[in-house]
């Protein structure tokens, strides 16, 4: 296995990445792009597990696996914004069919939670996506229903760091209605027919349960769903979880 640093450009923001690749030669192989979450907590480049552990596993069963920060998270510049962060997957995606490597009618996403989202909108409108698996995706974003204002919303991810500049965003009111132009219950029908599984956790804290049920009835076919008994939010972290996207992508891959 071979990995290497990546930057990629979205709307001239420089995006921290890195990219991992089976050492065979001479042959192409499915990928898969790793989609993050909105973070919780400030970047900490010494927190371990996560996502190069994820990708070295798909990269592991042969895949090339794509793991980036969106605008605003980790190094990555620029500020959250749900609309910036699909170009920066549409980013991620062109990065991936420019690469020999890529056997490019069999490149796959991966999103977890915030990054769930982008995914089925991205996936919904672009068919260089072959298929998506999503661990614990917000059927839509309703931050005031948590309790938040849009102010005290704003503050929370200045005080993550997702948020740096003082002057952002210029407008409140369109940036948080950009959460709202993603939310995946208005996209999730367009993906079919390439192959979708929603992973969730009966015990999610942050994104109810409720939401896959609702994002599953609204899809269309092939889906499949899977509800992972006790789990929480996090499921990045979960092996059950993990394996049922690994074992699934793989399965979808060699059709």
Sequence with gaps: ???????????????????????????????????????????NPNEKGGYPELATRFCEAGFVALAFNFRGAGPSQGNIDMVGWTHDLMAALGFLNMLPEVDKSRICLLGSSGGAAVSVFVAAKDHRVYAIATLACPAEFDFMAAGYTVDSLIKSFRDIGIIKDPDFPPSADKWLENFKTVSPINYIDKISPRPLLLIHGDKDETVPVVHAGRLYDRAGVPKEMTIISGAGHRLRLDERATKVALDWLTEKVKK
């Design 1 to 43: 296995m071979r990995n290497a640093a990546v930057i990629l450009s979205s709307d001239d923001l420089m995006l921290s990445g890195e990219v991992y690749m089976p050492d065979e030669c001479g042959t192409t192989f499915p990928a898969v792009c790793l989609c993050h979450g909105i973070p919780a907590v400030p970047y």
